[in-house]
């Protein structure tokens, strides 16, 4: 039996495996990458390297063993990921893995907007699949946030948020949580609500970036269609545009992104990082 961790070269999946190997002898852990050369490192610190692309059911096959749990990191390329994620509920539940556990969005068992609709598809195939589950429902990361800072610091924050809350958690903590809910018992068919402790708004943002750079950023709140061309002129393609109006206009300003569970301090036992640190981490 292995704990075995999909995506593991991905910036999740790394700090899963990271995470892990403080806990587990490495022999007992195993990372199913597409691409070997970027998990050499990996194998050199004796974790099992399983090659395997999510596009391949046949290599999907010899990626689980009886009995392994499995983090199902989900699939980047967003459109493609209903058959990617599908194919690898098939060959777990094939391989007659002990435990799936899935990387999902946080509100997903709600109606929500339209990057939720992979997860949902993929959240009902484990439950159909009949495999026994963990569903991480994670928040987004706040270094989808804070990445943009140089951005930001040229533009100011723009949006279409309004005064919705978002309760981000750093990669890290919902790293953590992924390597508690692999390593005990007790999360055999459990969803969990991922979010940080505290929510902010953009405006809130805006001001605590102010704070920490000494410089004056702001907040504008666009409409959907006012912010679609900012990003579009940006260079962004006019699919990923709408996504990012979509989740702002129909998730993060109807209160779907702010969360309130508590889950994710229970799992991590302790508080969650505040995006004032991940703020001050990223701008170091
Ligand atoms: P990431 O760094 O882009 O990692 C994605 C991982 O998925 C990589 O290891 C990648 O392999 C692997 N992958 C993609 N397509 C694959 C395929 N066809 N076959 C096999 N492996 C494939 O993303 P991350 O930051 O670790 O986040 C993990 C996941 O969370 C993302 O994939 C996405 O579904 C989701 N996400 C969440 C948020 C959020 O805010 N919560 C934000 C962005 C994404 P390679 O290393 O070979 O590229």
Request: one cysteine or more.
């Amino acid at each position: 039996m292995s704990i075995v961790i999909t995506g593991a070269t991905g910036k999740l999946g790394r700090l899963v495996i990271e995470g892990l190997l403080a806990r587990v002898p490495a022999g007992q852990t195993a990372a199913v990458v597409r691409d070997p050369a970027k998990a050499a490192d990996l194998a050199e610190r004796g974790v099992e390297v399983r090659v395997a692309d999510y596009n391949a059911p046949a290599m999907l096959k010899d990626a689980f063993r009886a009995d392994d749990v499995v983090l199902l990191i989900s699939g980047s390329e967003v459109g493609q990921r209903i058959p990617q994620h599908t194919a690898v509920i098939d060959a777990a539940k094939e391989a007659g893995v002990a435990r799936l556990v899935y990387t999902s969005i946080l509100g997903c068992a709600d109606a929500g907007f339209a990057l939720m609709d992979e997860h949902k598809v993929t959240e009902q195939a484990i439950l159909d699949s009949g495999l026994t589950y963990t569903l991480l429902r994670n928040a987004f990361y706040t270094e989808v946030y804070t990445d943009q800072i140089p951005v930001q610091l040229e533009h100011g924050v723009v949006g279409s948020a309004g005064k919705g809350r978002i309760g981000s958690a750093t990669r890290n903590d919902l790293a953590v949580a992924a390597v508690v809910a692999l390593t005990q018992s007790g999360h055999e068919n459990a969803a969990y609500e991922l979010s940080g402790d505290e929510a902010w708004t953009l405006a809130e943002y805006a001001a605590e970036l102010s704070r920490q750079t000494g410089r004056t950023v702001t907040y504008t709140d666009l409409t959907g269609d006012d912010y679609k061309v900012v990003l579009e002129r940006a260079g962004l393609p006019a699919a990923v545009a709408a996504m990012l109006v979509d989740v702002d206009v129909a998730g993060v300003a109807r209160g779907l992104a702010e969360g309130d569970s508590g889950d994710l301090s229970r799992l991590i036992g302790r508080p969650s990082t505040p995006l004032a640190t991940a703020m001050a981490t990223a701008l170091a």
